[in-house]
T-cell receptor, first 111, second 112 residues
Framework: TQLLEQSPQFLSIQEGENLTVYCNSSSVFSSLQWYRQEPGEGPVLLVTVVTGGEVKKLKRLTFQFGDARKDSSLHITAAQPGDTGLYLCAGAETSGSRLTFGEGTQLTVNP | NAGVTQTPKFQVLKTGQSMTLQCAQDMNHNSMYWYRQDPGMGLRLIYYSASEGTTDKGEVPNGYNVSRLNKREFSLRLESAAPSQTSVYFC???????????FGSGTRLTVV
C-alpha cells in the first residue's frame, strides 16, 4: 500500500499570511492531485501535477510536484477566510486508476 | 450536470441491519469508487470498479459488497451493519487513469 503523509495536520492563521502544506511519500506516483473539501461536502479537485518538478499556479495557490515524483507542496499566498477547508493530496498509482489519499490538512483562516 | 449523486444523505441503522447506498454519475465516466472518511484516517478505499462489469477490493472491503449495475450506477451494500461502520461514505467517479475524481456529497451513516 502506498502511503502519503501530509503536514501539518492542522493550521490556523490570520488573513493575509502565507502558508505551505506538504505531502510526502516513499513511493513514486504517476501524478499527484490536490483537493479541497468543505464541511458536509465531498472533496473538489483543485489541480493535477504530472511531471517531476512541475509547478502549477491557480490564482494565489501554487502547487509543486517533487523532481522524483514522491512529494508535493501547496503554497497559499495572502490567505483569505474563503480558503478555509480540508486540503487533501492524492497520489495516482503507476498503473490503474486508484488514488491514495493523505489524511488532510485542516486550514482555518481567521479574519 | 448533476455530477455524482448519492442517496441517502443521512442514515441511522441498528446493529445487524442491512442497507444499500446508492450512487449514480452522469458524466459517462468509466471508473467508480466507494470511500469512507473517518477523523484522523483520511479517505480509505472500500471498493472500486475500473470499468462496467468489473469490481475490485480496496483497502477496507470487509463487511461491504458492491454492484456495478451499469455504467452510471455503483451501489454499496452493508449486509449486517456494525458500529465500526459508522462513518461518512463518499462515492466518486473518474474517466480513468490519471484523471481527477468527481465526488458526491456523501452519506453520513451512524450504526447504533
Amino acid at each position: 500500500t502506498q502511503l502519503l503523509e501530509q503536514s501539518p495536520q492542522f493550521l490556523s492563521i490570520q488573513e493575509g499570511e502565507n502558508l505551505t502544506v506538504y505531502c510526502n511519500s516513499s513511493s513514486v506516483f504517476s501524478s499527484l492531485q490536490w483537493y479541497r473539501q468543505e464541511p458536509g461536502e465531498g472533496p473538489v479537485l483543485l489541480v493535477t501535477v504530472v511531471t517531476g518538478g512541475e509547478v502549477k499556479k491557480l490564482k494565489r495557490l501554487t502547487f509543486q510536484f517533487g523532481d522524483a515524483r514522491k512529494d508535493s507542496s501547496l503554497h497559499i499566498t495572502a490567505a483569505q477566510p474563503g480558503d478555509t477547508g480540508l486540503y487533501l493530496c492524492a497520489g495516482a498509482e503507476t498503473s490503474g486508476s486508484r488514488l491514495t489519499f493523505g489524511e488532510g490538512t485542516q486550514l482555518t483562516v481567521n479574519p | 450536470n448533476a455530477g455524482v449523486t448519492q442517496t441517502p444523505k443521512f442514515q441511522v441503522l441498528k446493529t445487524g441491519q442491512s442497507m444499500t447506498l446508492q450512487c449514480a454519475q452522469d458524466m459517462n465516466h468509466n471508473s467508480m469508487y466507494w470511500y469512507r472518511q473517518d477523523p484522523g484516517m483520511g479517505l480509505r478505499l472500500i471498493y472500486y470498479s475500473a470499468s462496467e462489469g468489473t469490481t475490485d477490493k480496496g483497502e477496507v472491503p470487509n463487511g461491504y459488497n458492491v454492484s456495478r449495475l451499469n455504467k452510471r450506477e455503483f451501489s454499496l451494500r452493508l449486509e449486517s451493519a456494525a458500529p465500526s461502520q459508522t462513518s461518512v461514505y463518499f462515492c466518486a467517479s473518474s474517466a480513468g487513469q490519471g484523471n481527477g475524481y468527481t465526488f458526491g456529497s456523501g452519506t453520513r451513516l451512524t450504526v447504533v
